[in-house]
Structures are given as C-alpha cells and as structure tokens.
C-alpha cells in the first residue's frame, strides 16, 4: 500500500537557522511530490511540487526539495529560516487517482 | 484569480443530522476533490469529482457523499453525523485531476458534531 512518511513530529530551529524536513513515500512507480504548509486554522498553501525533470524543484518563500528515487525521499529545505516559517508542514504524494499526505511536521522557530 | 471557495467556513451539528458543504473551484479547474483532517488520522482523502463524476474514492462510509456541477461547483454532504465526523474538511481544485496536476486547496470548513 502507498505511504508517506514524515519521521518528525516537531522540529525547533532558531531563526536564521537552516532547515530540512524529512519526507519518504511507498510507491511502486514515480509518483506526483508535492509540500504544503498549514498555518493554524487555515487550509493548505502549496510550497512546490514534483512532477518530472530536474530533480530540485524552487519553490514559494525559499524553500526547495529534492527528490531521490533511490531513496524514495523528496526532502524540503530552507537556507535560513523566518519567524514566519512557523507553521505544519505536509509532504503528499498523489498516485493519479489517490492522495496521499503524511502526519506532518510542526515547526517552531524560536528567536 | 479567485481561489477556492468554500462554505460555510464553521458550523455546529448535532448527531445524526447532516450536512451539506459546498466549494466553488477555481475558475477554469474541472477537478474537485475533498478531504478530511482530524487531530487523529491526519489528513485522508475523500472522493474527487472531474464533469459531475465521481472519479476516485478514498476509505470512507457511504455517509460521505458528494456530487458536482455542470459549473464544477461541488458539494459534499455527510449523513447521520456521529461525533467521529468533527473535522475539518478541505476542498481542493485543479485542472483535470490528481495526477500531474497542481491542486490548489481552500481555507476548508470547520465542522463540530455535539
């Protein structure tokens, strides 16, 4: 069955700092990568996606992810972290006809 | 552009009553699909909808349901609510689907079931 995986539950960083979050998936093909944050009680923005090509992928506010197939991973990074940055991270995967999210990473950044 | 639309943006039910919400696409996207996000399963898929048919279903009772309109407006109703229901439900849109396509979610709908 397909999956994702987002091994930390919370990550505190200090400002400026930088940043990765982690992200595996179960697919037996490539599947269609995607990141979105969640602020609280609001709905989901999307920071980038992986379709095909070029395997670092830009996205909005700085942020990247890189997509290794080898290691069935599409981790998201952050070369200095804002206060703003705090917010739920989420890692999905769509299939074509399922999507699939992780439980998600809380980001605290601490000044 | 206006982005996904969705209301009522709160509401209060009691059990086993029903729901209906409702979500306007982005302008242009024919795809519609729904989800629910509980402090205890996450985030699960719940159906899509692409030209008024259901196209793809997640793992959830038949008191999910939904439907789509010729104006790819959609809603989603919940049936004989139980307090299990409580969630957010989110809206999302896209072009044609949910493979290689980006999909653009709304603020979603805050239900509480008491």
């Known amino acids: 069955a397909q999956s994702v995986t987002q091994p930390d539950i919370h990550i505190t960083v200090s400002e400026g700092a930088s940043l990765e979050l982690r992200c595996n998936y179960s697919?037996?093909?490539?599947?269609?990568l995607f990141w979105y944050v969640q602020s609280p009680g609001q709905g989901l923005q999307l920071l980038l996606k992986y379709f095909s090509g070029d395997t670092l992928v830009q996205g909005i506010k700085g942020f990247e992810a890189e997509f290794k197939r080898s290691q069935s991973s599409f981790n998201l990074r952050k070369p200095s972290v804002h206060w703003s940055d705090a917010a739920e991270y989420f890692c999905a995967v769509s299939t074509g006809n399922q999507f699939y999210f992780g439980t998600g990473t809380s980001l605290t950044v601490i000044p | 552009k206006a982005g996904v639309t969705q209301t009522p943006r709160y509401l209060i039910k009691t059990r086993g009553q029903q729901v209906t919400l409702s979500c306007s696409p982005i302008?242009?996207?024919?795809?519609v699909s729904w989800y629910q996000q509980t402090p205890g399963q996450g985030l699960q898929f719940l159906f899509e909808y692409f030209s008024e048919t259901q196209r793809n279903k997640g793992n959830f009772p038949g008191r999910f349901s939904g439907r789509q309109f010729s104006n790819s407006r959609s809603e989603m109703n919940v049936s004989t609510l139980e307090l299990g229901d409580s969630a957010l439900y989110l809206c999302?849109?896209?072009?044609?689907?949910?493979?290689?396509?980006?999909?653009?979610f709304g603020e979603g709908s805050w239900l509480t079931v008491v």
């Open positions: 302008s242009g996207h024919r795809s």
């Open positions: 697919y037996g093909a490539t599947p269609y």
């Open positions: 999302a849109s896209s072009l044609e689907g949910l493979g290689g396509n980006t999909i653009y």
